[in-house]
C-alpha cells in the first residue's frame, strides 16, 4: 500500500474523520453553501509555483522577483545572488517567522505568568516543585524563600530572557554538556531569544549575508533560541502555572460535539485563554444559563494546539486538529469558537456564516475580519470567559439543522517527561534508568519523534498514522505533539491497546507499564520536552554523552507551517536526524540542500531529509535508529540474539 497520490492542486476529499455510519460532513455542508480548503484547492485556477515551492524565488527587493534554475549558471538574480543563496535567504526567514511564533507566545506567557505571581490575575502558582526546578536553572536561590518571591524573580528572569542581548540563554544549559560545547565551539549559542529574529531579518536583507553557509549558521542560532529559548520557557511556565500534565484519559474526533449542549470550540495555541474557558464553563450560574436556552449543558471542546493544551490538562475532549477547523464549524453543532494565535484559517467566519456560529478572535496580535473580536488578557481572562461562554448561550436556540459525525475515540494524553520519568521508574525511583535499559536491550530499538502540523496536500492522518505503526511494529517508542498526536488519537495509536500493534519488545514494555506505544506529549511549543527526554535519557547514561549519539529520529510527515521548520532546525541543531514529508523548501538548490542534508551533520550530528513515502520515511528513521545502536555498540544485545543462545543451550 502506498500513498494516494495526489496531484498538486487538488484536495484529497477525506479529513480522515472516518465518519463512517454518519453522512459526509464535507458533502453535506458543501450542498449548505459552506466552502473549505478542499473546494478552494480543486478551484484554485494557479498551480502552485515551482520556485516558491523549491525555495528559488526571491523578491526582496523591488528589481525582482527573480526566480532562478540552478542548473542554468546565468540563472542568477539582478544582484548577482545564487539559487543557494536565495533558498538560505528564504529557509532563515522561515526559521525567523515559526520562531518568533513561539517566541511571542513565550513573552505572553511570561508576562501572565508574573501577572500570576504578584497576585494580579486568578492563576495560581501550581506546581511548586517544577517552580523551584526552573528556578535553579535561573540560578535563583530557593532556599528559605516563599514560592510567591521565587515565582515573581522567576517570571522577571524569564521575560528578561527574551530582550538578552549578550550572555546567553538559562534554560540551554541544561543540555548535555558535550552538546553545549560543540555549540560553544561553533559559536552557534543564541546570545538572547528575540536578537536572533532580528538578526535573520538582517542578514536577509538585499545585500546583506550572501554565504549560504553563514546563512544556515544564523537559522541555526535562532532555531536554538526557539526550541531551548522561546518554546522551553512557554512549556515551563505553562506547566507550573496551569500544572504539568500527568496521563489523562479523553476523547478525540468530531463526535465529541454534543448534539444537545451548548458547543464551545477554543482553538489557537495559548493556554491563557482556554485555561479561563475551562475554569468557568462548569460554572453552575452559567449552566443554568444554557439549560433556560434549551440546552442540557456546556461542552467545552479544543482544535488545534490549544485543543492538546487543555486535554493534557483537563480531559478536554478535542474535536479536530488543524485540517478539521473548517468541517468542526460545517456540523452546525458550534455555538461559537473562539480563538487566540496561529494556525487559523481565515474562512472561518465565512463558514461560521453559513450557520448560527460566532467567530470570537481575542488576540490583539490576531484579528480576523468577519469575526467577532473580543480582547483577552491575563488580567481579565475568566471575566472574558464568562463573557464569551454567555455569548454561545444566546446563540443555541438559533441552532439549525445539525450533522455531528458519530465517531470519537479513546486517547491517553499528557505524557510530559517528568511523568516519563515516574512512569517508568517507579512513584519513589522516578528515573530513565528503565527506558535506557530497554534500548540497550533491544526490546525498544530507540524513540522516534512523530510531530507537526496535518496537510492539504495528503490523505490526511494517513501519513502521520502509517509512519507511526512502521514504527511502532518495528519495537520504536514514539512520541508525538501537536496535530500528528491528534491525527494519531483518531486512529485509536494513543491508548494502550495500541500496544497489540507493537512489536514484541515494545509490546511487552507497554503492557508491563500500561502505556501506549505512542505517547502524547502535548502542544508543538511542547517539543521542547521532547528536547527534555533525549538529555535525560543521556543524562542517564549507557546511550552515549550527547543526543546526537541517542537511538533516536524525528519527523514531521505533514508539515505546513513555518514553526515546524523552526522545529526541525532547532531539532537537528541538537543533533538529530529529522525527515519531513512531501515537499521541502530549499529543494531547488542542491548545493544549500546538500548541505541540510549532508554537510551539516559534520557540524551537529543532526541532519535534515525529506520523503513523501509514510513507509519509507519510518525505514530512514529505523535505519538511523540501528546505525546510532551499531555506533554504540549495543546492536549485538538484540534480543532474538540472546534468545538464539538460550534457546541452543536448551538443545
Ligand atoms: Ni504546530 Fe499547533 Fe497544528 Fe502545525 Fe498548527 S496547530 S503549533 S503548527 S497545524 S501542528
Ligand atoms: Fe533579485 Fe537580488 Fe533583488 Fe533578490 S535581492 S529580488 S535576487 S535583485
Redesign the pocket.
Known sequence: MGTKRTPIGVAPRCLGIDCEGSTCVVEQAEGQGVVTYIQRMNRRTIEPCLFGQGGTC?????????M?IEEIPES??????TPA??AA?NFCRMVAGGASAHMDHGLETAFAFLAAARGESEYKIKDKKKLRALAEVFEIKTEGRSTEDIAIEVGEKALAEFGKQEGGIYCIRRAPEKRQELWKKTGVLPRGIQREVVEIMHRTH??TDQDHENLIFQATRCALADGWGGSMISTELQDIMFGTPVPTRALVNLGVLAEDEVNVVVHGHEPILSEAMAMVAQDPELIEAAKNAGARGINLVGVCCTGNEVLMRHGIPVAGSFIQQEVVLATGAVEAMVVDIQCIMQSLPAVAACFHTEVITTSDRAKIPGAKHIEVDHHNAVQTARQIIQRAIDRYPKRREINIPKNKMDVVAGFSHETINHMLGGAFRASYRPLNDNIINGRIRGVGAVVGCDSTRVRSGYVHTTVVKELIKNNVLVLVTGCAATACGRAGLLRPEAADLAGPGLREVCETVGMPPVLHMGSCVDNSRILIAATEIVREGGLGDDISEVPAAGCAPEWMSEKAISIGHYFVASGVYVVFGRTFPTTNSKVLTDYLFRGIAEEYGGKWAVEEDPVKMAQLMIQHIEESREALGIQAKKERVLFDMEMRREL
Open positions: 526571491c523578491r526582496i527587493c523591488s528589481f525582482g522577483p527573480c532562478m542568477i538574480g539582478i544582484c548577482g545572488a543563496t536565495v535567504r538585499m545585500g
